[in-house]
């Protein structure tokens, strides 16, 4: 009787530890080998061995996500010839997975066998209908640019948020209050930088000041003195700090603004990059008056070929965008959160494009309101949420159409 041959990988930076399991859960083989190029040639020659050796109809083969380190071994086995002409399914699991997997063995010990065999038989029971997409390497590349735009974006979100504490130890009042648009901005960051207490401010003749103002703003306040007058108020009622703290606090401020400028350089040349690359594949995405390349090239980055979701809702699943369900008995609840699964990649991206299109596009604009107004609580947030969900449908019927974006008209 014939029956697939289950392989579980757990992997690690020097090596990986495989198991093989018959469909019974029986073992058939267990063995280690290196994370190199020969490491992954003695694997092929072992999975071929069995294959050709057993009643094995199928092979399934999973490996858990651990940063970059199995990245290679999946391009390997999407390229080896030997281990492909079994036509191999292959899963790279998520570590969330496997560790609720386990949660059914409480007595099982925590080594890396235990981890290739836990994988292993996570696909003998399986309902793991993910596989890994065997797609185009532009995407590949792609992918790359994007995921690494998106950290670098989370990097600079962070390094903000450290800024505007120290900026409250400095100069409270001013973190407290909207007297620039954008704490970032020319003027704002001088008024930081280049007065080293609160004091030299709230005590700078006001012309001066508005000058100061006028000058690194290149004359875009309607009003400088005006501005200047608020500052200098912000700055009287700011908290003092001792001198040797307050010392301490200017270098960090320093330096995270240096921090802020080469990561905000670093997102630019990333941007260009992207730009670069998706030219080299052909999307009506960007038809889309909002969304952009590097917002339509974070999406296709991590969905690749459309077909390969059954419908729109495998997508949205795929993405994070579906809601759990509360309900017992008689009671259903209308208070339900999004899923904590999906790829948070794409995630973000959809999220980005969304509340882009809510500003450019008339149709996602009526609905962010609509939505908005329906909801008391976190509005913005599940208002947010639903507009990334409408454009999934959007996203999906462009991408398999492959037609342009008309906006719809007569409302």
Do not use: C
Request: hydrophobic content about 40%; charged content about 25%.
């Amino acid at each position: 009787m014939f029956s697939p041959l289950y392989v579980g990988i757990d992997v690690s930076a020097k090596d990986h530890k495989v198991q093989f399991l018959k469909s019974d859960g029986n073992e058939v083989l267990k063995f280690s080998v290196p994370n190199n190029l020969p490491g992954a040639k003695i694997l092929s020659d072992k999975v071929v061995n069995v294959m050709s050796g057993g009643s094995y109809d199928s092979l399934v083969v999973g490996l858990e996500a651990t940063s970059v380190y199995g990245d290679h071994l999946v391009y390997f086995m999407k390229e080896d010839a030997s281990i492909n002409k079994f036509k191999p399914k292959l899963h790279v699991l998520n570590p969330k997975q496997v560790a609720n997997f386990k949660k059914a063995y409480p007595d099982l010990p925590k080594n890396d066998w235990v981890d290739a065999w836990v994988i292993a038989d996570n696909l003998r029971f399986g309902r793991i209908t993910k596989e890994v997409y065997m797609g185009d390497y532009r995407y590949d590349a792609l992918q790359n640019l994007t995921r690494a735009r998106f950290l670098s974006v989370q990097n600079l979100s962070r390094e903000k948020s450290r800024f505007l504490n120290y900026l409250f130890m400095k100069f409270s009042s001013l973190a407290q209050e909207d007297i620039f648009s954008n704490t970032f901005g020319a003027t704002s960051t001088a008024i930081i930088e280049e007065f080293h207490s609160v004091d030299e401010i709230a005590y700078m003749d006001i012309e001066d000041l508005a000058n100061f103002i006028s000058n690194k703003g290149k004359g875009h306040f309607a009003d400088p003195k005006q501005v200047a007058e608020a500052v200098r108020a912000a700055a009287r009622s700011s908290y003092r700090l001792p001198k040797t703290v307050n010392d301490s606090v200017n270098q960090v401020l320093a330096i995270s603004m240096t921090s802020i400028r080469a990561l905000m350089e670093q997102i630019k040349l990333f941007d260009k990059a992207i730009e670069q690359q998706i030219q080299l594949i052909p999307n009506t995405l960007t038809s889309v008056k909002g969304i952009g390349p590097v917002y339509s090239a974070g999406i296709i980055a991590e969905i690749g070929d459309i077909h390969r979701f059954k419908n729109q809702a495998a997508l949205a699943k795929y993405a994070g965008l579906a809601w759990t369900q509360h309900q017992s008995g008689q009671f259903t609840s209308d208070n339900t959160r999004l899923i904590r699964s999906g790829n948070r990649f794409l995630k973000y991206y959809l999220f980005e494009a969304a509340n882009s299109l809510r500003v450019h596009d008339q149709e996602f604009k009526r609905f962010y309101t609509l939505k908005y107004r329906q909801t008391p609580k976190t509005p913005h947030k599940r208002a947010l949420a639903l507009t990334a969900r409408k454009l999934v449908r959007l996203v999906d019927a462009l991408l398999r159409s492959n037609r342009l974006y008309i906006p719809p008209t007569g409302r």
